[in-house]
């Protein structure tokens, strides 16, 4: 257990929005090298938002809808006050003192087509009285392929292994178990790693924390390229849709940075922008 200093603390912030600009890039790019059905569209590009909030930080929003990217958001914020009496008992080290700081960065991306999977990752670093990290990546891909599951799991079990042996079997066993939609029994998609109250010491867990930001921002590039040039039936559009109806109820029931974001007063624009833009449930499948 440790409590992390104010450089620290800016050090991590100014990691976030490094890691920010660095994806952003990244995505940008693939929409300009974009040669599937939808290239006669003009690429896409971000459109950044700040927002502030009452009671002390704030962040900014980065939203691109192009023509590969139906919808990707990724979001910075650094976040400082108190935690309403009731959300204090449900946070490490503000039972009893409810001052908190947190920073973090948070990305979804969408896609136009279903061989592309969509993409979680975020990481963050909070503190109460005490300090930790937490954070992972996970893939949900509308149509199954082994090989992309496979490179995936492999990038990060390879991050993982250099900081510690363990991380692997232990996060890849966390996500499974955080990313479950209970109430329809099956998983949101193949899974990846995520970790929580990660408190070692600030610089092994910092260290960790960038490594699994700058691995998804390799990883998840190169398996989009392997598709994102693929044509699609409407039949596979289709069941894209119903699989985003998924993921819309596990953010909206389970997902805990939805709750510590309302919860804490953040921006719901930014919180909300994990949803799809286009979703289906229909009434029999």
């Known amino acids: 257990m440790y409590l992390s200093t104010k450089n620290q603390r800016l050090e991590t912030q100014n990691w976030f929005e490094t890691l920010r600009d660095q994806i952003c890039s990244s995505f940008e790019k693939l929409e300009q090298n974009y040669e599937g059905p939808k290239q006669s569209m003009l690429p896409g590009k971000f459109r950044r938002k700040k927002w502030h909030r009452e009671g002390g930080g704030g962040g900014e ?32 080290g503000a039972e009893d003192n409810p001052k908190f700081w947190a920073s973090g960065i948070s990305l979804v991306a969408h896609m136009w087509s279903p061989h592309v999977p969509a993409v979680h990752m975020n990481t963050r670093h909070i503190a109460t009285t005490r300090s930790w990290f937490g954070g992972g990546a996970d893939l ?46 099956e998983p949101r998609g193949v899974g990846g790693i ?45 069941a894209q849709l119903v699989k985003r109806g998924r993921y819309v109820e596990f953010n909206l029931l389970y997902d805990r940075g939805t709750l510590f974001g309302l919860q804490t007063g953040g921006n719901v624009e930014a919180i909300l922008m994990s949803l799809p833009p286009s979703v289906s449930w229909p009434s029999s499948l």
Request: include cysteine.
């Open 194 to 238: 995520f970790y929580d109250q990660l408190a070692n010491n600030f610089e092994a867990d910092f260290n960790f924390t960038k490594e699994v930001g700058s691995t998804f921002n390799s990883v998840y590039p190169t398996i989009v390229k392997r598709h994102m040039n693929k044509k699609w039936t409407k039949k596979e559009r289709q």
């Open 140 to 185: 949900t891909p509308m149509v199954i392929n082994t090989e992309d599951k496979e490179l995936f799991h492999k990038a990060f079990q390879s991050a993982c292994n250099k900081h510690d042996d363990t991380y692997y079997a232990r996060f890849k066993e966390w996500c499974d178990d955080y990313f479950y939609l209970k109430h329809r029994k």
């Open 61 to 92: 929003m980065s939203i691109m809808e192009g023509r590969l990217f139906e919808k990707v958001g990724v979001n910075i914020s650094t976040v400082m006050g108190e935690l309403s009496p009731e959300f204090s008992k449900q946070i490490p």
